[in-house]
């Protein structure tokens, strides 16, 4: 029913930054919560950041001060910009959409490659 399309991945040398939007096929007049988890090789998913409808937002201690989650409601669209990133934050960055029980992921976006040389 929803789709949600990935972009802003990349290469880039460490202490750079990227920003990568997420944007549903089509507009979401209500919501829990979207954001990104990410994924390294041989490590768990993990969550990286969200946003809920009310705007509050939350994030891994590991991107704490380096990373904003933001979402612009006239363009239905999520933004995840990283700044200051590091080797560690190599992995493939998949968006997500809680719009159904809150807690539960009813959507993922098909994930982006992130890279960060040292």
């Known amino acids: 029913q929803v789709q949600l399309v990935e972009s802003g991945g990349g290469l880039v040398q460490a202490g750079g930054s990227l920003r990568l939007s997420c944007a549903p096929s089509?507009?979401?007049?209500?919501?829990?919560?979207m954001g990104w988890y990410r994924q390294a090789p041989g490590k768990q998913r993990e969550l990286v950041a969200s946003?809920?409808?009310?705007?509050?937002?939350d994030y891994a201690d590991s991107v704490k001060g380096r990373f904003t989650i933001s979402r612009d409601n006239a363009k239905n669209t999520v933004y995840l910009q990283m700044n200051s990133l590091e080797p560690e934050d190599t992995a493939v960055y998949y968006c997500?959409?809680?719009?159904?029980?809150?807690?539960?992921?009813?959507?993922w976006g098909q994930g982006t490659q992130v890279t960060v040389s040292s």
């Open positions: 997500y959409l809680d719009v159904v029980v809150p807690g539960t992921i009813d959507y």
């Open positions: 089509r507009s979401i007049f209500s919501f829990n919560a």
């Open positions: 946003i809920t409808s009310g705007g509050s937002t």
